[in-house]
RNA sequence: GGGGCCGUAGCCCAACGGUAGAGGCGGCAGUCUUAGGAACUGUACAGAGCGGGUUCGAAUCCCGUCGGCCCCA
């Protein structure tokens, strides 16, 4: 014992590091976390998710942010009487785990297996109230298989297939990746500047689901963060236009390009292809066939960023050619130029100088000519080089003259829809999701390639297709799949027609695991198919998704497409996977990221070892809102914990002085009305995720608390012990060794986290009286402590005999303006 | 370039259009202590980034502006 014993009892010493080793060990005998499937519990089901972890070695400061609120949320819902699925589980694949394989010369398991036990321990250390029962890693076979399983099935729908084009490729991972994986034209996870490569690779069809994705946000209206919501709507990017045949000279068949203003149609002066789109190279005339080449050569050096980036200067080539512009009839330049992108609508424009800015840019550097048709009382665009895009009115358009811009497109297109060149159409950014990657720790695909029967998916007794034992060197990017080097795996007998044929080498990106693991986790040893359908009838969908922002359009948008697929084979019954879902912030140091290079980090598990856990939870709990950032130089640790010591004296106290069952309508009123009040507020707090004011809360109940045991009717009254106990249950949600030894400390059987939500009395939140504000002009000049209950009429005579407020005023004020029983406001 | 969010004490943060301060950190003073901690008690510090407007009344609503962050281009 320290040399504390003097000044605080043993009793009431507060040694957080005991009582973690305790509680530990005494919830694993009572489990009190297990989520209940058996469809007779009436008690109502919640399902509380935070996004798995990847395990990239232990725990840290991030983790413990998203993880604690979590668990505020999951514990709430068990206090209120719920039953509460609270799951864990490991999104186990990956690049690190292959990094560090070939550096260690090992396999890639070990060290994703390792990392997840010390991850596992570390949450059982942190005290999250997890169904442990329930957990899974996508990187088992036994989950994989039905990974493989879903793709077999997305295949059979025509919704995953096989494509040819220029993909995004990361120099430093060797490995493509998807359109929601590059950002700002960099590797979202490496950093690394991304390059276009000419690639077959797997997709998944999501596009056809785009107007769906989009649709069904209004389900998550309220319930999503508006700037997720405004994220992904900006993702999929569905914009209503036109397509518009133009005929060019010397071929056959139009070319079709996609337009959001074909009212400018009268004022495109010319035509612009993508350099890298097949088109550009089929049409360059021989003249200029050099030229182009050269361009072409040019502009694949370039990046995404680069070729959009407004500061950088215009380039292109002329094509030799002309196209034809359908209403006029007047010959148009084609160009290529690198301002388009291939991958934009048709890789194809009509260029609109006049009304289009980076047409203007490129027309003004080609000195192509400027045609002014809509007219929008501004500038003209030719002689000021801005160009004009908003609204006007239409003219140099035939048909089109006088009409708004509304209405010319209205007309436009029935136009073109009668001369059969041209439709209405609608664009989505959003592109197909490019799922393969030239890696080895991850899902293999399940195809086979035959040189006669072709793409043939393995028949799902032959799941899971497992990985063969690689590691180490071999594991080393070559720029192709290192699965490809493992010919005994590679070679095998096609399962239609059983002539010689090959596996396919690549893996799915990681984030196809991911789009389904919270539906596996109503039962992860399922053997019949990818999830129990019953059991997640029960649960499902996700009551509360808790993770980071950074998954806006990747995790979270897949995750929508695969849960609206799997509604669509008749497998889940809603078509949202996550029903409400909460963005923590980050925790940062110093106002910066935590890094090595700055040396700022702030570990984790020394924290812990410094403050203890609950004193950890409790501090990110209560640095502010769940969606802020935390910068962990503005906190105190210290302060949490010796918060507390002070709450944990209070429970000790009650509990020491008095016994469990005591009337506590005997109790001190005072203390009493502040109890219910306090749990009153704390219900509304937890209710809407304000949870560092509920922390406020209990501060301030604690404090109430401490007074009545000095200074009031002290520690054996039963309003103590009902404010102990009140305390001890809802200071469970965020520091449950706290309370649970508090708990026990007040003579009450554990769990404290299912020791059920404090009830609140009405007539003790009525006040007594209230203090009433008087003001003259907006100034407060006196304050009334008056009834509750108290009529405007009494209430304005009262304010008005003040002497106070008599001072302010000569003569009789012009309005009074009574909001009883808080304010009264003259005007004089 | 377009759109969104945010600017409240030295700091982190609260506050149905109604008394600017709930809570915490850090100050300061005191009780206790040989002292330092710890514990406890008390206390000071902002008129809301800035400028307009609406209103009886604005931190809160509207417009503009500055600064920070985010998304799309």
């Not at 879903?150 to 998807?178: H, I, M, S």
């Not at 005929?247 to 495109?268: F, K, M, Q, S, W």
Request: charged fraction near 25%.
């Amino acid at each position: 014992m320290s040399e504390r014993a003097d000044i605080q009892s043993d009793e009431q010493h507060y040694d957080p590091q005991a009582l973690q080793a305790k509680w530990q060990r005494r919830w694993e005998e009572l489990q009190p976390f297990r989520a209940d499937d058996d469809p007779a519990d009436t008690r109502e089901r919640r399902y509380v998710l935070d996004m798995f972890p990847y395990p990239s070695g232990d725990l840290h400061m991030g983790h413990a942010e998203a993880f604690a609120i979590g668990d505020v949320v999951a514990r709430y819902w068990l206090q209120r009487g719920h039953n509460v699925m609270h799951p864990i589980g490991w999104d186990s694949f990956g690049l690190p785990a292959e990094n560090a394989a070939i550096k260690r010369n090992a396999h890639p398991a070990e060290w994703t297996y390792a990392n997840i036990d010390t991850q596992a321990n570390s949450f059982k250390r942190y005290g999250i109230s997890f169904d442990w029962s329930r957990r899974l890693h996508t990187s088992d076979p036994e989950y994989y298989r039905w990974t493989q399983w879903l793709f077999t099935r997305f295949f059979e729908r025509g919704l995953a297939y096989r494509k040819g084009g220029l993909v995004n490729w990361c120099p430093a991972d060797q490995t493509v990746l998807a359109n929601e994986q590059v950002k700002d034209g960099r590797c979202e996870r490496c950093g690394a500047e991304v390059v276009r490569r000419e690639l077959t690779q797997w997709y998944f069809k999501i596009t056809d689901y785009a107007d769906r994705l989009l649709d069904d946000m209004t389900q998550l209206e309220g319930e999503w963060p508006e700037r997720v919501l405004t994220m992904q709507r900006n993702w999929i990017g569905r914009s209503e236009g036109a397509d518009v045949d133009f005929a060019i000279e010397g071929r056959d068949e139009p070319v079709t390009v996609y337009t959001t203003r074909p009212d400018t149609l009268y004022g495109a002066t010319f035509f612009v292809v993508a350099p890298d789109a097949p088109l550009a190279e089929e049409i360059v005339s021989e003249e200029q066939r050099e030229a182009f080449e050269a361009y072409r050569a040019e502009v694949a050096k370039l990046s995404d960023i680069d070729r959009l980036s407004t500061e950088k200067e215009k380039t292109g080539v002329f094509l030799g050619r002309h196209a034809i512009n359908p209403v006029t009839g007047e010959r148009m330049p084609v160009w290529a130029a690198d301002y388009v992108l291939s991958d934009y609508g048709h890789g194809a424009i009509m260029a609109v100088p006049a009304h289009d800015q980076r047409d203007l840019d490129f027309a003004r550097a080609f000195d192509l000519p400027v045609q002014v048709v809509v007219h929008t009382g501004l500038a003209d665009p030719g002689e000021t080089g801005v160009a004009t895009a908003g609204e006007g009115t239409l003219v140099n358009s035939g048909p089109l003259d006088g009409l708004s811009k509304a209405e010319a497109i209205k007309k436009i297109i029935e136009v073109l829809a009668g001369r059969g060149t041209g439709r209405a159409a609608v664009n989505f950014r959003l592109r197909d999701w490019l799922l393969s990657r030239q890696r080895f720790w991850g899902c293999p695909i399940p195809i086979i390639h035959c040189p006669d029967c072709g793409e043939v998916p393995v028949p799902d007794d032959q799941l899971p297709v497992t990985l063969p034992d690689m590691r180490g060197e071999a594991l080393a990017p070559k720029g192709v799949s290192p699965l490809a080097s493992a010919d005994d795996w590679v070679t095998v007998a096609c399962p239609k027609c059983g002539g010689s044929a090959r596996r396919d080498t690549d893996t799915m990106d990681t984030f196809v695991d991911s789009s389904w693991y919270f539906l596996r986790y109503v039962d992860p040893s399922y053997e019949e198919g990818p999830f129990d359908v019953e059991k997640l009838r029960l649960w499902g969908p996700v009551d509360q998704y808790v993770g980071g922002v950074e998954h806006a359009v990747l995790h979270l948008l897949y995750a929508r497409f695969f849960t609206k697929v799997l509604h669509d084979m008749g497998m889940v019954d809603f078509t949202e996977p996550f029903r409400r879902l909460l963005n923590q912030g980050q925790v940062i140091n110093q106002g910066k990221a935590m890094s090595k290079s700055l040396g700022n980090g702030v570990d984790l598990g020394q924290q812990i070892d410094a403050y203890g856990v609950d004193a950890v939870r409790l501090t990110v709990v209560f640095a502010g809102p769940p969606e802020d950032d935390i910068d962990w130089a503005d906190v105190s640790p210290a302060a949490s914990q010796k918060f507390l010591a002070r709450a944990f004296r209070v429970m000790a106290e009650a509990g020491a002085a008095s016994a469990p069952g005591a009337d506590v309508s005997t109790g001190d009123l005072e203390l009493r009305r502040f109890t219910h009040r306090t749990v009153d507020e704390v219900t509304k707090l937890a209710e809407s995720h304000r949870f560092n004011v509920a922390v406020a809360r209990l501060m301030e109940l604690t404090s109430a608390a401490r007074r009545a045991i000095d200074a009031g009717p002290g520690a054996a009254d039963p309003a103590v012990r009902e404010a102990a106990e009140a305390l001890a249950v809802m200071l469970s949600l965020v520091a449950p060794y706290t309370a649970e030894e508090g708990w026990e400390r007040l003579g009450r059987s554990a769990s404290v986290a299912r020791a059920g939500w404090p009830v609140v009395d009405p007539a003790l939140l009525v006040q007594e009286s209230v203090t009433c504000v008087v003001q003259v002009a907006g100034k407060v000049r006196d304050r009334l402590e008056v009834s509750p209950e108290i009529s405007e009429a009494e209430l304005e005579a009262l304010a008005l005999a003040s002497d106070k407020v008599r001072a302010f005023l000569d003569g009789d004020p012009r309005k009074v303006i009574v909001r009883a029983p808080k304010l009264v406001n003259i005007v004089p």
